[in-house]
């Protein structure tokens, strides 16, 4: 599945960002806490923030902050990608 939104990331050009992160929430890092369920990526900027499961939801917040549209899973093994505009995977 996609949407407009990710035409940009299918073309033969584009590049996916580097992670500001490798093994955490930037933002939660940034806070001092430690919990976070399962990571995501935004394929915009790189930002590695937590789901929704966890306590304070950073991935979401950072799409609604920056308008970015789209992540993936920053999880190993794990390849799916989320629109928030969209409300679907990609």
């Given at each position: 599945?996609?949407?407009?939104?990710?035409?940009?990331?299918?073309?033969?050009?584009?590049?996916?960002?580097?992670?500001?992160?490798?093994?955490?929430?930037?933002?939660?890092?940034?806070?001092?806490?430690?919990?976070?369920?399962?990571?995501?990526?935004?394929?915009?900027?790189?930002?590695?923030?937590?789901?929704?499961?966890?306590?304070?939801r950073?991935?979401?917040?950072?799409?609604?902050?920056?308008?970015?549209?789209?992540?993936?899973?920053?999880?190993?093994g794990?390849?799916?990608?989320?629109?928030?505009?969209?409300?679907?995977?990609?």
């Open positions: 599945m996609s949407c407009q939104h990710t035409e940009a990331l299918d073309a033969e050009h584009w590049r996916e960002p580097r992670p500001d992160a490798t093994d955490e929430c930037y933002d939660c890092a940034a806070a001092g806490e430690s919990v976070w369920a399962h990571l995501r990526m935004c394929l915009t900027c790189g930002h590695v923030a937590c789901c929704d499961s966890s306590p304070f950073h991935a979401t917040l950072h799409a609604k902050e920056t308008g970015h549209p789209v992540m993936r899973s920053f999880e190993p794990e390849s799916w990608r989320w629109c928030y505009l969209d409300e679907s995977i990609v």
